[in-house]
């Protein structure tokens, strides 16, 4: 089944703890992006990625960093949260940046 | 600046009624146009794109949307709303000379009995 997955689903962590969100998908997809989701706010995106090695900022990439190392992952990764990152997160991905976007079930992260 | 506008941040309306979303996009040219719904809880679905050609599209779970060239916008409709389309709905452009994606701030739709 074509899929993108996201792990953890959720997360609960503390100020300044690292952590990384892994995002798989299986589609051979070029395109790989992250968002996060905030009430009132929409979907920003964080990250993108159009190839391997390839990354690029978003509208909000302060506190995040990510790699894309293979075509088919792309972890988002938080080296010190802060409480201001506490969200609902989600990975996507694309053929290329102007096809639709099929996205993961999301990580709700908390940080305390 | 390129943005993405939905001008409605919550609409109600009963079920059975009609209903329409709207969009409003500001880009140089044409962009590639989508909604997307997302359920309560879920991650989201995507309902139907523009890419060119015919500008009245179907998606998926009854829903069309128009693409109006001259006033920017990609309307979503649905003639009949069920108690099921309680949802969030985004909007989303990928510019034509770009190869990112932008969302709307989305719409939150509740559905009366």
């Known amino acids: 089944e074509a899929q993108v997955t996201q792990n953890p689903r959720y997360l609960i962590t503390v100020t300044g703890k690292k952590l990384t969100v892994t995002c798989s998908q299986n589609m051979n997809h070029e395109y790989m992006s992250w968002y996060r989701q905030d009430p009132g706010l929409g979907l920003r995106q964080i990250y993108y990625?159009?190839?391997?090695?390839?990354?690029d900022k978003g509208d909000v990439p302060e506190g995040y960093k990510v790699s894309r190392k293979e075509k088919r992952n792309f972890p988002l990764i938080l080296e010190s949260p802060s409480p201001n990152q506490t969200s609902l997160y989600f990975c996507?991905?694309?053929?290329?940046?102007?096809?639709?976007?099929?996205f993961g079930p999301g990580t709700r992260l908390t940080v305390t | 600046a390129q943005s993405v506008t939905q001008p409605d941040i919550h609409i109600t309306v009963s079920e059975g009624a009609s209903l329409e979303l709207r969009c409003n996009y500001s880009?140089?040219?044409?962009?590639?146009l989508f909604w997307y719904v997302q359920s309560p809880g879920q991650g989201l679905q995507l309902l139907l794109k523009?890419?060119?050609?015919?500008?009245l599209v179907q998606g998926i779970k009854g829903f069309e949307a128009e693409f109006k060239r001259s006033q920017s916008s990609f309307n979503l409709r649905k003639p009949s709303v069920h108690w099921s389309d309680a949802a969030e709905y985004f909007c989303?452009?990928?510019?034509?000379?770009?190869?990112?994606?932008?969302f709307g701030a989305g719409t939150r739709l509740t559905v009366k009995p």
């Open positions: 523009y890419f060119s050609g015919d500008t």
């Open positions: 880009y140089g040219a044409t962009p590639y």
């Open positions: 990625s159009m190839n391997v090695e390839v990354t």
């Open positions: 996507a991905s694309s053929p290329t940046g102007r096809h639709e976007q099929y």
């Open positions: 989303a452009v990928a510019p034509y000379n770009n190869n990112d994606m932008r």
